[in-house]
C-alpha cells in the first residue's frame, strides 16, 4: 500500500527575532507587515505567531474576506500554530471602514480560538483589530 508522506517544515529567515511586550508594539509590527494599500478595501486574517519569550515566529496571512466580512476556520488557525510550534499567538484582522468597534462576530471567534488554544497549553495574547493609522486591542479593552 502506498501513502502520501506528509512533510511541515519552518523556515527562520530571520538573524534577530523581535520581542513584543504589548499591544502597542504588536500594532508596530502588524503594520509593518501589511499591505496599506489594501487595509481600506477588503477584510484580511492574520495570525502573529510567538516563541515563549513572546519572540515573533513569523505572520500568517489565513482568511481574506470582502468588504465587511472574512469566514474563519479556527482548525486551519489551530493547525498553523502547532506546526509552528508557537506557544503565544496574536490574532488580528482588518476594519476596511476605520471603525474600530468589536463586533459581536469579533467577540464570538475570539472567544472560540482562545477555547481552542487552552486546549494546547497556548496563550492568546491578544486580538488587535487593525486600521491604518490606529488599532483596539482586546486585551487592553478587557475583552480578551
Known amino acids: 500500500m502506498k501513502v502520501?508522506?506528509?512533510?511541515?517544515?519552518y523556515?527562520?529567515?530571520?538573524?534577530?527575532?523581535?520581542?513584543?511586550?504589548g499591544s502597542s508594539e504588536v500594532y508596530?509590527?502588524?503594520?509593518?507587515?501589511?499591505?496599506?494599500?489594501?487595509?481600506?478595501l477588503q477584510e484580511e486574517f492574520k495570525i502573529l505567531l510567538l516563541n515563549q519569550g513572546n519572540q515573533v515566529l513569523g505572520i500568517?496571512?489565513?482568511f481574506k474576506g470582502g468588504?465587511?466580512?472574512?469566514?474563519?476556520?479556527?482548525?486551519?488557525i489551530m493547525g498553523m500554530v502547532l506546526k509552528a510550534n508557537a506557544s503565544a499567538l496574536v490574532?488580528?484582522?482588518?476594519?476596511?471602514?476605520?471603525?474600530l468597534n468589536a463586533s459581536e462576530s469579533d467577540k464570538r471567534i475570539t472567544s472560540k480560538i482562545k477555547e481552542c488554544c487552552e486546549?494546547?497549553?497556548?496563550?492568546?495574547?491578544?486580538?488587535?483589530i487593525m486600521a491604518k493609522n490606529?488599532?483596539?486591542?482586546?486585551a487592553d479593552e478587557g475583552i480578551l
Open 4 to 9: 502520501s508522506e506528509i512533510k511541515i517544515s
Open 11 to 21: 523556515m527562520n529567515e530571520v538573524d534577530e527575532k523581535i520581542k513584543v511586550m
Open 28 to 40: 508596530q509590527v502588524l503594520k509593518a507587515n501589511w499591505d496599506l494599500d489594501t487595509i481600506e
Open 60 to 62: 500568517k496571512s489565513m
Open 67 to 76: 468588504i465587511n466580512t472574512c469566514s474563519i476556520d479556527v482548525r486551519l
Open 91 to 99: 490574532i488580528t484582522h482588518n476594519h476596511p471602514s476605520g471603525n
Open 119 to 128: 486546549l494546547f497549553d497556548i496563550r492568546l495574547l491578544d486580538h488587535i
Open 134 to 138: 490606529s488599532y483596539l486591542s482586546f
